[in-house]
T-cell receptor, first 111, second 113 residues
C-alpha cells in the first residue's frame, strides 16, 4: 500500500527564517510526486510535480527536491503570505493513477 | 481562481437525506476527480472520470455515486447521509487522465445534522 508521511505536522517560523518541509513516501514505482498549497477553507493549489530522484523545481521562495525515499520543500526567507498547509501526494506506477496524499504540514509565518 | 467551479458552496442537511454536488471542470480538461477532506482523514480520493467514463475508484462508499456528463460536468451523489459524511468535498480536473497536474475547485462544505 502506498504511504505518504509529512513532517512536521505544524511549523511556526519568523519572517525571513528559512526552513524545510519533509515528505517521506513508500510506493511501488513512483510515477510522480506532487506538492500543493492549501489555504484554510479553499481547494489545494498545484505547485510542483517531480518525476525522478535528483530533480529540483523552484517557484519564487519555494524549491522542491526529490530523492528515492523523500521530497523536501525548502522555503527561503518566508513571508506571512506563505502561511498555508502544504500537501504532498504521490502517484504510483502501473495501471492505476490514484494519487495518495499526505496529511500536510501547517506552516505559519509570523511577521 | 483555478477555473474549476463547484456548487453549492455550503450544504446543510439531515441524516438519511440525499444530496447532489456539482462540478464544472476547467475549459479543455477531460478528467474530473472527487475528493473528501475531513479533519481526521485528510484528503481522500473518491473517484475519477475521464471523458465520461469511470477511470479509477478510491475509497468511495456504496452510498455515494458519481457521473460525468457529455458536457464534461460531473455530479457526486451522496445518499443515506450519516453524521460522519460531514466534510469538505473537492472536485479537481486535469487535461488528461494521468492526473499529473490537478486543479481543484473551491469545494462544497457538507454538514449533516
Amino acid at each position: 500500500e502506498d504511504q505518504v508521511t509529512q513532517s512536521p505536522e505544524a511549523l511556526r517560523l519568523q519572517e525571513g527564517e528559512s526552513s524545510s518541509l519533509n515528505c517521506s513516501y513508500t510506493v511501488s514505482g513512483l510515477r510522480g510526486l506532487f506538492w500543493y498549497r492549501q489555504d484554510p477553507g479553499k481547494g489545494p493549489e498545484f505547485l510542483f510535480t517531480l518525476y525522478s530522484a535528483g530533480e529540483e523545481k523552484e517557484k519564487e521562495r519555494l524549491k522542491a527536491t526529490l530523492t528515492k525515499k523523500e521530497s523536501f520543500l525548502h522555503i527561503t526567507a518566508p513571508k506571512p503570505e506563505d502561511s498555508a498547509t502544504y500537501l504532498c501526494a504521490v502517484q504510483a506506477g502501473g495501471g492505476s493513477y490514484i494519487p495518495t496524499f499526505g496529511r500536510g504540514t501547517s506552516l505559519i509565518v509570523h511577521p | 481562481d483555478s477555473g474549476v467551479t463547484q456548487t453549492p458552496k455550503h450544504l446543510i442537511t439531515a441524516t438519511g437525506q440525499r444530496v447532489t454536488l456539482r462540478c464544472s471542470p476547467r475549459s479543455g480538461d477531460l478528467s474530473v476527480y472527487w475528493y473528501q477532506q475531513s479533519l481526521d482523514q485528510g484528503l481522500q480520493f473518491l473517484i475519477q472520470y475521464y471523458n465520461g467514463e469511470e477511470r479509477a475508484k478510491g475509497n468511495i462508499l456504496e452510498r455515494f455515486s458519481a457521473q460525468q456528463f457529455p458536457d464534461l460536468h460531473s455530479e457526486l451523489n451522496l445518499s443515506s447521509l450519516e453524521l460522519g459524511d460531514s466534510a469538505l468535498y473537492f472536485c479537481a480536473s486535469s487535461v488528461t487522465g494521468t492526473s499529473y497536474e490537478q486543479y481543484f475547485g473551491p469545494g462544497t462544505r457538507l454538514t449533516v445534522t
